[in-house]
């Protein structure tokens, strides 16, 4: 939710975000509906002075009152009137507001679509094989790993049930990434709910804009989590937290549950997009002064998952065309799939600075000056175990389909170091 006074402020600057989005500027209608909301307060306002005034000479019993009392009941309607007017002027102009994306740092290149991204740090050793790779599909076939023909009759297309050792690793990977994210980065771990309010996805960014990619329940309104973001993020709504005890910094794994409404004939099979998947996440709320080094911590614990597994990657800055609805910054992880012969993104951690806590009401508190103001928030995936399953699998593959089971992981897999068995 944008700030109506910033945007009175500095509406070139609310204007050029929005263009950078390729999005049209709309400063002036927000502030025109502004004013007009201000008019009929004002207007209300002094009605209600011409009422009180009215009421005071009915109470000394003049000879005119029931002139005085039909004012007053004519004043009472137009108040109404007023009411109802500014009620929805205000409504407008937060319905517009609530579609509107984050402003977008000045570090954030502009660009038309993903094209345009600009890679900040390059892969490091990819594999070179000896014969022609297979995709992770066809490895976890061979070996009985995934079972699409149940999850089918069972749920549908986009959903899979991981067998054996492939759901040995999964387990592994989740108690790894919490691990590293609680014990070398200081994250809480929490077990969230993966039911939620229309207002918490509200506070977030998912609602309205990206309602058509979510699931919702016939239970008391209620929402499947796209991401435990949403879960985390609303921990501190409607609160005010003492700075003092910033960073404040949250690790979760939990299932997401996502349409994939734009990804029709997209990677419909194989763990790359599915409607159910497992991820673990970071949250962070930081002192805006320190948002941009808590980015790059976030970045630092990931990129620690990522270079422990031994998996060659490359970090990238989104432009403006390709960035998140909520963030004003993110950085974006992707991993070298050699079945695929291409990158794939894996994490994306971004800096939302205080898009969200707006939303959601959380603010801070120095008690010392007794200042109130927002903080920001950060998020990123740490990191998507459905994806990371398919980078372990096509760069650790062996020419007779084996996989070798990263070395970081075998304490969580009870000593399984290779995949080839097919149960």
């Not at 011409?50 to 003049?62: D, G, I, V, Y």
């Not at 039911?195 to 609602?207: N, R, W, Y």
């Amino acid at each position: 939710m944008h700030d109506i006074k910033f945007i009175k402020k500095d509406p070139k600057h609310f204007d050029d975000s929005l263009i950078k989005r390729n999005l049209k500027p709309c400063s002036k209608q927000l502030i025109n509906l502004h004013e007009q909301y201000l008019n009929y307060l004002n207007e209300k306002q002094s009605l209600q002075e011409t009422k009180n005034s009215l009421s005071k000479q009915f109470s000394n019993k003049p000879e005119n009152k029931e002139e005085i009392k039909e004012n007053v009941t004519k004043i009472k309607k137009k108040l109404e009137d007023l009411n109802l007017l500014a009620e929805k002027k205000i409504n407008e102009l937060n319905n517009i507001l609530l579609n509107l994306p984050n402003i977008l740092s000045d570090e954030t290149p502009f660009g038309k679509s993903e094209n345009d991204n600009i890679i900040v740090k390059g892969h490091e050793k990819i594999n070179e094989f000896k014969f022609s790779p297979k995709n992770h599909l066809e490895i976890a076939e061979k070996f009985n790993l995934i079972d699409y023909d149940s999850a089918i009759k069972i749920s549908g297309s986009r959903f899979s049930i991981l067998k054996n050792d492939l759901a040995i690793l999964h387990r592994a990977l989740t108690n790894f990434m919490l691990d590293n994210n609680t014990r070398e980065y200081n994250y809480k771990e929490c077990v969230v709910p993966e039911l939620v309010k229309p207002s918490s996805l509200e506070g977030t960014g998912q609602l309205p804009k990206f309602n058509d990619d979510l699931f919702k329940t016939n239970f008391n309104n209620l929402y499947l989590i796209p991401t435990s973001e949403v879960s985390l993020a609303n921990l501190h709504r409607e609160s005010i937290i003492n700075r003092k005890e910033l960073p404040i910094k949250y690790t979760a794994f939990s299932n997401c549950f996502r349409a994939e409404a734009g990804a029709s004939g997209k990677d419909t099979k194989g763990l790359m997009r599915e409607h159910q998947f497992g991820k673990v996440e970071l949250v962070t709320f930081s002192e805006p002064s320190e948002s941009r080094n808590e980015l790059d911590r976030m970045i630092a614990c990931v990129e620690n998952i990522i270079k422990k597994l031994d998996l060659p990657f490359r970090i990238v800055k989104l432009c403006s065309g390709d960035i998140g609805f909520s963030s004003s910054l993110t950085f974006d992880f992707e991993i070298w799939m050699p079945g695929q012969n291409r990158f794939r993104e894996v994490s994306s951690c971004s800096n939302c600075t205080d898009f969200q806590s707006r939303r959601m009401k959380t603010r801070l508190k120095n008690f010392e000056t007794g200042e109130i103001y927002f903080p920001h928030t950060l998020n990123g995936s740490s990191l998507a175990i459905g994806r990371l399953l398919i980078a372990i699998l096509e760069n650790f593959q062996q020419e007779d389909c084996s996989v070798e089971i990263p070395t970081i992981l075998t304490k969580y897999t009870n000593g399984l170091t290779k995949i080839s068995r097919n149960d």
